[in-house]
Structures are given as structure tokens and as C-alpha cells.
């Protein structure tokens, strides 16, 4: 079946740090693979995607690159920011219905 | 930018009572979701909406769950009668394509829901 499996968090980092999410996937198939942050108290917003094998989605500085040999598409960023505290949720679109998400991940930044 | 809209932002009921989650989805969208986020658990989906049908539905969707479009613009879920496990956070979605590999889901800012 289908699955998404990413770090547990959460994630503390200082301001400026590099930023690391594993997510690891199991799929039939050729799925679409994308990442979605949830700010506190908001919903979820598309962050990045990538539609086939070796592509990278990227967005805001953050990037991720869809790796079907380790099946695995990693979140990061070079220097992160206060202001990217917030959840991160891995999810894979198996090209027909429904998104199935991975557990989150809080990132927490600070100062 | 075009988004998804949600209301109410918070609706708080008591258990048994019938609640209706609304939903205005993009305009040019043709599919509809709602996915539902129990606090601190993982988003799950509920059901896909395509011409006026539903496509797809969870074991979490079950009878006392419905959706209409009850006309051009709104997408609604109706909780027939309330229990204290319905409580989460619903978010709908909507996206104009599916099955081509290249359609995003865009999501509302969510309704949570609260029942007493």
C-alpha cells in the first residue's frame, strides 16, 4: 500500500541553522510527492512539489528532490528563520484520489 | 490568488447534534476533498467529490457523514449526529485535475471542531 514515514520531531534549531525533514515513502506506482506547513493556528499550505523521479520542487528556500532509487524526498533549507516554526507534512498523491499525509514534523526556531 | 475558504473558523456543539462544515472551493476547481486532522495526529483523508458524486471515501466516512454542492460554489459536509471523536480539525480541498500527475490540492485554513 501506500505510505508516507517522516521524522519525529520536534526539531529545535537556531536561527540560521541548516534544516533537515526526512520523509520516506512507499508507493505503487509514480507518485506526485509534495511538502505542506501549517503555521500556528492556520492550515495547511502547499510549500513545494515534485511530479517525477529527479525532480526538485523548491519554494521560499526550501527544497527537496524526489528520489525514487531511495524513495525518499528530504525537506531543506540552508538558513532558517524564526518565522519558519510551523509544521512540516510530507504527502504522497498516488496519481488517483486521495493525499496521504505523513505524521508532521514541528520545527521550532530560536533566536 | 485564488484560495479555498472555510466557516465557520471554530464550532464548538454538543454531542448528538447535527453540524454542516462549509467550504468555497476554487472557482475553476472540479474536485472537492475534505481530510480531517484529529489533534496532534496525522491529516486523514474523508472523501473526494467529483460531478456531483462522490469518487472515494475512507471507513472513517461513514453513515452519519454526508456531502452535498448544494449549488455553483459551496461544498459542504454534514455530521449527522456528533460524537466526541468527530472532534478535529476538517479541512476541505479542491483541485482541477486529477489522476495526471500534475494536480495540487489546495487547502482551506480549516474549521475545528469541538464537540461537548
Known amino acids: 500500500g501506500n505510505s508516507v514515514t517522516q521524522m519525529e520531531g520536534p526539531v529545535t534549531l537556531s536561527e540560521e541553522a541548516f534544516l533537515t525533514i526526512n520523509c520516506t515513502y512507499t508507493?505503487?506506482?509514480?507518485?506526485?510527492l509534495f511538502w505542506y506547513v501549517q503555521y500556528p493556528g492556520e492550515g495547511l499550505q502547499l510549500l513545494l512539489k515534485?511530479?517525477?523521479?529527479?525532480d526538485k520542487g523548491s519554494n521560499k528556500g526550501f527544497e527537496a528532490t524526489y528520489r525514487k532509487e531511495t524513495t525518499s524526498f528530504h525537506l531543506e533549507k540552508g538558513s532558517v528563520q524564526v518565522s519558519d516554526s510551523a509544521v512540516y507534512f510530507c504527502?504522497?498523491?498516488?496519481?488517483?484520489?486521495?493525499?496521504?499525509f505523513g505524521q508532521g514534523t514541528e520545527l521550532s526556531v530560536k533566536p | 490568488e485564488p484560495e479555498v475558504t472555510q466557516t465557520p473558523s471554530h464550532q464548538v456543539t454538543q454531542m448528538g447534534q447535527e453540524v454542516i462544515l462549509r467550504c468555497v472551493p476554487i472557482?475553476?476547481?472540479?474536485?472537492f476533498y475534505w481530510y480531517r486532522q484529529i489533534l496532534g495526529q496525522k491529516v486523514e483523508f474523508l472523501v473526494s467529490?467529483?460531478?456531483?458524486?462522490?469518487?472515494?471515501k475512507s471507513e472513517i466516512f461513514d453513515d452519519q457523514f454526508s456531502v452535498e454542492r448544494p449549488d455553483g460554489s459551496n461544498f459542504t459536509l454534514k455530521i449527522r449526529s456528533t460524537k466526541l471523536e468527530d472532534s478535529a480539525m476538517y479541512f476541505c480541498?479542491?483541485?482541477?485535475?486529477?489522476?495526471?500527475?500534475?494536480?495540487?490540492?489546495?487547502f482551506g485554513p480549516g474549521t475545528r471542531l469541538t464537540v461537548l
Open positions: 504527502a504522497l498523491y498516488p496519481r488517483e484520489g486521495k493525499l496521504i
Open positions: 472557482s475553476n476547481h472540479l474536485y
Open positions: 515534485a511530479t517525477k523521479a529527479d
Open positions: 467529490f467529483y460531478n456531483n458524486e462522490i469518487s472515494e
Open positions: 480541498a479542491s483541485s482541477d485535475l486529477q489522476g495526471l500527475g500534475t494536480d495540487t490540492q489546495y
Open positions: 508507493a505503487t506506482g509514480y507518485p506526485s
